[in-house]
């Protein structure tokens, strides 16, 4: 308790000092009336007590209707822990800003994930009605036809495609299987090339290893992340072997991405950590989120990924402010913090994807459906993309196509620059 009282008390230091450094108007008193708002707010009795008795002579200055919760927030919307703002270079406002295609016909019920394949943009997404839909409106290959595929028993929660390999499919279900598919072959062919049955619920993402499609990692709500390596077949096709099941963590896991061909990051629900993992050491390595080291878990991990040079990792958390820390990669040091579409509707889907430079990047998330573009170095949001009429569920992006968004409103959208 004593601990939780004295990291407030620096909180207020940090509030403050930053207040003065920006002539905002908010006085010392008013910062520790809000963090006793806070505490009050989430339960936290015991501190309450005890900061009422160190911070009394504060308290006793401000009126209880000048503080607020959200006061606190606004505060900390405006402090930049451990900030290295100069690492990172201005915006050159080149960016998505324009819907350029809609597609309402994809799917007649929510859209829950799409996915590009860069070399022949094909689009596939999935729907609640537990179909995979290879769509085919935007291909420059007349090699593909539009598929419906039915190879799960549940719906699919992700999809990815092979970075060498157009054809080879990754889909991940609610039904606790992750399947290889090959959309090249006929129609009629609706057999998984491999099927994995390793997790034991829900998966909610499945990746390659991005360079060379050496592995497959699935991450699960069993709390467990399976890692497969591959071997060629005499057709000239990976075939993938489980090497590791790893877990279990201390809660769901709730995102992974790949900082390079050999590097797996795993968050975890309920776990102020990133965990690194080398495949093929199986070596891991945790990153502590919290800029002040300490093991108190405010906010976890809810969505990741890394920028296209590999050097920065954005982490988008839980928390009802949207918080969103970039990281520099493999570290606990903090480049920037994001407040970004605050929302206490607990079962918002937050996403982000970076624009290729690096300069900017998208993040879902609002009550109202809108899209954020964000400037990376300043946390200032340049545009807002509105369109969508119900949850976004999944954003990516092609570098010459534009972002690609999806959701509850059956739609999937692309926004390009003109």
């Known amino acids: 308790m004593v601990l939780k009282v004295r990291f407030f008390c620096g909180l207020i230091t940090l ?125 420059k290959s007349d090699q593909y036809q539009s598929k419906t595929y039915f190879h799960h028993q549940a719906p699919v929660l992700s999809i990815d495609f092979h970075p060498c390999l157009p054809h080879l499919m990754l889909t991940t ?117 919290n800029a002040t080291g300490d093991d108190w878990v405010s906010f976890s991990p809810a969505y990741i990924s890394v920028s296209s040079d590999g050097s920065q990792l954005l982490c988008t958390t839980d928390h009802e402010s949207g918080r969103t820390i970039l990281f520099a990669t493999g570290e606990s040091r903090q480049l920037q913090n994001y407040y970004l579409n605050a929302t206490d509707n607990k079962f918002i889907t937050r996403r982000h994807v970076w624009h290729p430079s690096g300069l900017y990047f998208y993040a879902s998330g609002s009550d109202d459906n809108t899209i954020s573009v964000v400037e990376t170095k300043t946390g200032r949001i340049v545009h807002s993309l509105a369109g969508h009429t119900a949850m976004i569920r999944s954003l990516v992006l092609d570098p010459e196509l534009g972002l690609v968004s999806t959701g509850y409103d059956h739609t999937v959208k692309v926004w390009s620059k003109y």
């Open 173 to 289: 279900s609610m039904d606790g299987t992750s399947a290889l598919v090959d959309i090249a072959l006929d129609d009629d062919n609706q057999i998984p090339l491999q099927l994995f049955k390793e997790h034991r619920k829900y998966v909610i993402r499945g990746l390659f290893s991005p360079r060379k499609g050496q592995y497959i990692a699935t991450a699960s709500y069993d709390r467990t992340v399976c890692i497969y390596a591959s071997n060629e077949t005499e057709e000239g096709l990976p075939n993938y072997k489980l090497i590791k099941q790893i877990g279990p963590f201390i809660g769901n896991i709730e995102t992974i991405c790949f900082t390079d061909e050999t590097t797996l990051v795993i968050g975890v629900r309920d776990d102020n950590y990133l965990h690194y993992v080398n495949l093929q050491s199986m070596e891991q390595e945790k990153i502590n989120i």
């Open 15 to 139: 509030l403050f000092l930053r207040t003065k450094m920006t002539n905002t108007t908010a006085s010392d008193p008013e910062i520790h009336a809000s963090v006793l708002q806070f505490l009050l707010n989430h339960g936290y009795m015991e501190s309450v007590e005890a900061f009422k008795r160190e911070a009394r002579h504060q308290l006793d200055l401000v009126s209880p209707e000048e503080s607020s919760e959200n006061q606190l927030v606004d505060r900390l919307s405006q402090l930049r822990i451990q900030r290295r703002v100069d690492e990172l270079k201005e915006g050159d406002d080149d960016y998505f800003t324009t819907l350029t295609s809609d597609f309402f016909d994809i799917h007649d019920n929510n859209i829950l994930t799409v996915a590009i394949e860069p070399q022949t943009r094909l689009i596939a997404t999935s729907s609640i009605d537990k179909t995979v839909k290879i769509s085919t409106m935007l291909c």
